[in-house]
C-alpha cells in the first residue's frame, strides 16, 4: 500500500489543536460569531450551509442565520438561544481549532463552564450597546479561576452603534478594569460585527480606526499555552496493566506497567520518579504507547510506564518526579464553581475526583461567596447554583493535590454526589477570591506592586 | 484482502519532536499578580506576534527546518497525537471505573478507530470488555466478514444484538421507508439490560451531525436509555465522572472530537485494515434520492431505476438499503484523505438517507436510546 501523504495532508500533519470557547451574556451573538468563524474560512460544508439557509428561508429571515450551525437542538432553535455546549471544528494553513459554543444565560453557566474548562483562549462576546453585564462579570471571573490562558473581547454589534470609536473604547476600558480586578492579565479587545463577519476573518473597513489584527489572525498567532518543559513530571495511574490469560504471548507473561495520562512535564526512561501517596522510589525503564517503546514522554501524552521494582502501585496513586513531588495532604482550601441544583453546606458529605481518585470529602467550612456586583467575597451559608466560592475540605485519605496556579491537572478535581453520581462542583486547590472591597484600581502599567 | 495482513507500525508515533509552526513566543514564568489587597495567581503573560501568518514554513519544509539552534524544539503533540491521547485517556478511565462495560462495533470506520484505540490503551493486555453488534440485518457481506475477522484477530469477545430476530418474532415492524438504522435502538437497550452493561463506547464524533456536536465525552442515560440534552451533567478539564444510579448507564465517546479527516489521516498513519468497501471498487449501483445504492437483496431497483456499474467507495456503512456510495477513484488511505480533505458534502449529507427525514431526525433517535 501506499505510504505517501499529499502535501495537505503533510502540512495538517504538523499542527497543533488549539481550543476555543465562547462566553458572554446571553444574545450577545457567541454563536453567530463562531457561525461567521466557519462560514468565512470555508470550514461550512455546502449541505450543511443549505439546510441553515433553508431553516433560515422558513422563518421569514433574509440571509442565512449562522448562529443555526451550532444551535442543533430543538429546543434552542425554537428559543433562539444557545442551551448547551456545541462543538465544532475548523482548520487554517497554520492551525486546527475546536470551538466550543457555549450558552450565555444564567441558567446554562454550568455549560459555559464545562466548554471553558479545557480552553486554551476564551472568546468574551460583549454587545458594544450594553457593555459589561453580570453575566460578562461571571464569566471573566469563571475563566480567571479555570486559568484559560488567553482572553479576548469581542466588543460584538459594533454595526448598532455606527463603528463608533469611542463607544469600542469605553467598553473596551470597562471590560479591561473588570479583568484587572479579577486578575486576567491580558484581555485584548477587538470591535467585532458578527453578523456581518467585520474583523472575524479579515480586517474590516468599517472600523479604519482600528488597527489591530482581526479575530483569526489573533487566534492563530497565540502562543501555545502550556510549557512542558518548565513543569513537573506527575502522571496518575488510571490502571495497572498486568496480561493475564491464554491469549497472552510469552515474553508479556511477566508484564507490568502502570497505565495514565501524564498530567505534567516530561519523564524519560531512567529517571527516578516516586508513588505517592506512599512515597516509595523506583526508576523508569520503559515506556509504552501500544507496541511501541518511547524514550520520554510528555503532557498530555497517554503512556503505560515500567518501573525497575516491583513496588505497590494501585489506580488512583501518583507517579512523579522523584525531586520536588507534592505532599498529599487531608486538608484542602479551594475555591469551587457550584454547578448542583441543591444548594452546598458546610457539614455536607460528598465525593472527590483528583485525577484518577476518587476518596470521600467533608466540607468543613465555607469561607465565602464571591459578590458579582463589586468582585469580592461576601460570607455566605451556603452555595447556590452557578455561585463561585470558597471551601475548606476534610478528605478521608490523603491526596497529593497541587496548586491550581502551578498545575491546572494537579489543582483541578470534581465533587459528586454519592447517592446518584452527579457531579456537583469544579474544584481549584488553593485559589482564593478578593477578600475585601477591591482597593481603588491601579492606573494601566503599574499594576506589579507588592503590598 | 491484502490490507488485512500487513501491518505497519511507526516505530514511535509520539516522539518525534513536533514543531511549532514558527511563531515567536515570549511567556514570562507565572507569577501571582498582586492587585489591592488581594491575589489572584494568574496566567502567562503574552505578546503576540502581529503578522504570524507569515511566519508560517511551507508544509514541505523539513522537520530540522523548524527548530531554532538555540532552542530545542519544543514537545508539542501533533494532532493526531493529541487526540489520540485525549482518546485512550478516556478508555481507560472508563474501563477502570465501570463494572461491565461494552464496546460498540460495526465494523465501520469509526469503531475501527475505536478499537484500535482501545488495543493500544491496554496492550499488551487484551481489551478488558467485549464487543457489541446491533446487527440490522442489512449489512453489507464484506463489513460482516470483516468484523468477524477482526474479533477473531484480537481475541474479542462478540455480542450481537439482531434487529432481525425482533422483525421475525414480531418486537418490532418493519419501516414503511424499509431502513433499518432507526430500528437498532430497542436491540441496543435491551442488550445493555440483559448483559447489565453499565457502560458503553460508541464510535459517535461531534463533527458528525448537529445534535451529536451537543454530546458529552461520557453522556449519561436514564433507565429508558434516554438521553436528556437539555440537562447534561458537566463534563470539566479532563475528569470524566460515569458514575451513575442503578439502571441508568453511560454512553462514552472516546472519539468525539475527531473529524472525518482526523479519523482518516490516522487509519493512514496507523495503517489500520479496513472493510475493502472503503475503497474504491466498481458495483453495481442505481441511483436514488440523489445517492448511489448498491444492488442487493435488500436493495433492488425499483421501475425506472436504473443500474449502472460505477467505481464508488463508501464513506459511511450501515444499513445497505439507504447508505450511499460515493463515485470515487481513491483507492488507497492517501488518496481518501486527500478527497475527503477536498469534499464539499459531509459524509452524512452525502450518504445518509435516513437523516434527511427530518431536521431533527439524529436528536430524536439519541433521546430515545439510539446511539
Ligand atoms: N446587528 C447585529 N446583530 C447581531 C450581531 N451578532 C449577533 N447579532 C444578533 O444577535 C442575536 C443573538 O445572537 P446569538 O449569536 O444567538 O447570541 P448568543 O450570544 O449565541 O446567545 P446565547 O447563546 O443564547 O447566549 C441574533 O439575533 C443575532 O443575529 C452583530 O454583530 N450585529
Ligand atoms: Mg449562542
Not at chain 1, 174 to 184: F, I, K
Request: contains cysteine.
Amino acid at each position: 500500500m501506499s505510504t505517501t501523504t499529499t502535501p495537505y495532508a503533510a502540512g495538517l500533519g504538523e499542527r497543533g489543536l488549539l481550543r476555543l470557547a465562547t462566553a458572554g451574556s446571553v444574545d450577545d451573538g457567541k454563536s453567530t460569531l463562531v457561525g461567521r468563524l466557519l462560514h468565512d474560512t470555508k470550514s461550512v460544508l455546502s449541505d450543511q450551509l443549505a439546510a441553515v439557509e433553508r431553516v433560515s428561508r422558513d422563518r421569514g429571515l433574509t440571509a442565512a442565520d449562522l448562529a443555526l450551525l451550532t444551535d442543533g437542538l430543538r429546543a434552542e432553535r425554537e428559543q433562539g438561544i444557545t442551551i448547551d455546549v456545541a462543538y465544532r471544528y475548523f482548520a487554517t494553513a497554520t492551525r486546527s481549532f475546536v470551538l466550543a459554543d457555549c450558552p450565555g444565560h444564567v441558567q446554562y453557566t454550568r455549560n459555559t463552564v464545562t466548554g471553558s474548562s479545557t480552553a486554551d483562549v476564551l472568546v468574551l462576546l460583549v454587545d458594544a450597546r450594553k457593555g459589561v453585564l453580570e453575566q460578562t462579570r461571571r464569566h471573566l471571573a469563571v475563566a480567571a479561576l479555570l486559568r484559560v490562558p488567553h482572553v479576548v473581547v469581542a466588543v460584538n454589534k459594533i454595526d448598532l452603534v455606527d463603528f463608533a470609536q469611542d463607544v469600542f473604547e469605553r467598553v473596551e476600558a470597562s471590560v479591561a478594569a473588570v479583568a484587572r480586578e479579577l486578575g486576567v492579565a491580558e484581555a485584548r479587545a477587538i470591535p467585532v460585527c458578527a453578523v456581518d463577519g467585520d474583523n472575524i476573518v479579515d480586517r474590516s473597513a468599517r472600523t479604519p480606526w482600528y488597527s489591530g489584527p482581526a479575530l483569526l489572525e489573533l487566534l492563530e498567532s497565540l502562543p501555545p499555552s502550556e510549557d512542558v518543559e518548565a513543569e513537573s513530571f506527575r502522571m496518575p495511574v488510571q490502571l495497572v496493566i498486568r496480561p493475564q490469560g491464554a491469549a497472552v504471548s510469552e515474553e508479556h507473561r511477566e508484564y507490568r506497567g502502570y497505565a495514565g495520562a501524564v498530567a505534567a512535564g516530561v519523564v524519560r526512561v531512567g529517571d527516578p520518579v516516586v508513588a505517592l501517596p506512599s512515597g516509595q522510589q523506583s526508576t523508569v525503564v520503559g515506556i509504552d504507547l501500544g507496541s511501541s517503546s518511547l524514550p520520554e514522554a510528555f503532557a498530555p501524552q497517554s503512556v503505560t510506564l515500567r518501573l525497575a521494582d516491583e513496588i505497590d502501585i494501585s489506580r488512583g496513586d501518583v507517579l512523579a518526579a522523584a525531586e520536588g513531588a507534592p505532599t498529599p495532604t487531608q486538608d484542602i482550601e479551594a475555591v469551587v464553581c457550584w454547578l448542583g441544583d441543591a444548594d452546598l453546606r458546610p457539614g455536607q458529605r460528598l465525593l472527590l475526583k483528583h485525577g484518577a481518585r476518587t476518596v470521600q470529602a467533608f466540607v468543613r467550612t465555607l469561607d465565602g461567596v464571591l459578590d458579582l456586583d463589586d468582585l469580592h467575597a461576601v460570607p455566605a451559608e451556603s452555595l447556590s447554583l452557578n455561585d463561585i466560592g470558597r471551601v475548606t475540605l476534610r478528605l478521608a485519605s490523603p491526596v497529593p493535590v497541587e496548586d491550581y496556579a502551578v498545575s491546572r491537572r494537579g489543582g483541578s478535581f470534581l465533587l459528586i454526589d454519592s447517592h446518584d453520581g452527579r457531579t456537583l462542583a469544579a474544584g481549584m486547590v488553593g485559589a482564593t477570591l478578593p477578600s475585601a472591597p477591591p482597593a481603588p484600581i491601579a492606573p494601566e502599567g503599574d499594576e506589579d506592586f507588592d503590598i | 484482502m491484502t490490507r488485512l495482513c500487513e501491518r505497519r507500525r511507526r516505530a514511535n508515533p509520539g516522539s518525534s519532536p513536533t514543531p511549532r509552526v514558527g511563531m515567536a513566543r515570549i511567556v514570562e514564568p507565572p507569577q501571582p499578580i498582586i492587585i489591592g489587597r488581594y491575589t489572584l495567581h494568574y496566567m502567562t503573560v503574552t505578546e503576540v506576534p502581529s503578522h504570524a501568518r507569515e511566519a508560517t514554513l511551507p508544509a514541505e519544509a523539513s522537520p530540522a527546518a523548524y527548530g531554532s539552534a538555540e532552542r530545542e524544539p519544543a514537545r508539542r503533540l501533533s494532532q493526531l497525537d493529541a487526540l489520540e491521547a485525549e482518546s485512550i485517556q478516556v478508555i481507560r478511565e472508563i474501563a477502570a471505573e465501570l463494572e461491565r462495560p461494552a464496546l460498540l462495533f460495526s465494523g465501520g470506520k469509526d469503531s475501527v478507530v475505536m478499537l484500535h484505540l482501545a488495543v493500544k490503551a491496554f496492550w499488551p493486555a487484551p481489551i478488558p470488555f467485549p464487543v457489541l453488534h446491533v446487527d440490522t440485518g442489512h449489512n453489507f457481506p464484506e463489513v460482516l466478514a470483516y468484523r468477524d475477522e477482526t474479533v477473531e484477530r484480537l481475541g474479542l469477545r462478540l455480542e450481537v444484538a439482531s434487529v432481525q430476530d425482533y422483525i421475525d418474532d414480531g418486537r418490532l415492524r418493519e419501516r414503511a421507508d424499509g431502513t433499518r438504522n432507526p430500528l437498532q435502538t430497542i436491540p441496543l437497550l435491551d442488550a445493555i439490560n440483559e448483559h447489565r452493561f453499565d457502560g458503553v463506547f460508541g464510535g459517535g464524533r461531534r463533527d458528525e451531525e448537529k445534535a451529536r456536536a451537543k454530546e458529552r465525552i461520557v453522556s449519561l442515560r436514564d433507565e429508558f436509555g434516554q438521553w436528556d440534552p437539555k440537562n447534561q451533567r458537566p463534563e470539566l478539564w479532563n475528569l470524566y465522572n460515569p458514575r451513575h444510579r442503578p439502571g441508568e448507564h453511560v454512553r462514552v465517546f472516546p472519539i468525539s472530537n475527531w473529524t472525518e479527516l482526523d479519523v482518516w489521516r490516522y487509519i493512514e498513519r496507523e495503517d489500520i485494515p479496513l472493510a475493502p468497501l472503503y475503497y474504491a471498487h466498481e458495483r453495481e449501483v442505481f441511483q436514488r434520492d440523489g445517492m448511489w445504492l448498491a444492488v442487493g437483496p435488500v436493495s433492488q431497483p425499483r421501475d425506472g431505476e436504473v443500474v449502472e456499474r460505477r467505481l464508488v467507495r463508501y464513506r459511511t456503512v450501515g444499513d445497505m438499503s439507504c447508505t450511499g456510495a460515493v463515485e470515487s477513484p481513491a483507492a488507497t488511505n492517501a488518496e481518501i484523505v486527500a478527497e475527503v480533505a477536498a469534499s464539499t458534502l459531509t459524509e452524512r449529507g452525502a450518504t445518509r438517507a435516513d437523516d434527511r427525514i427530518s431536521e431533527a431526525a439524529m436528536e430524536d433517535r439519541k433521546k430515545e436510546g439510539y446511539f
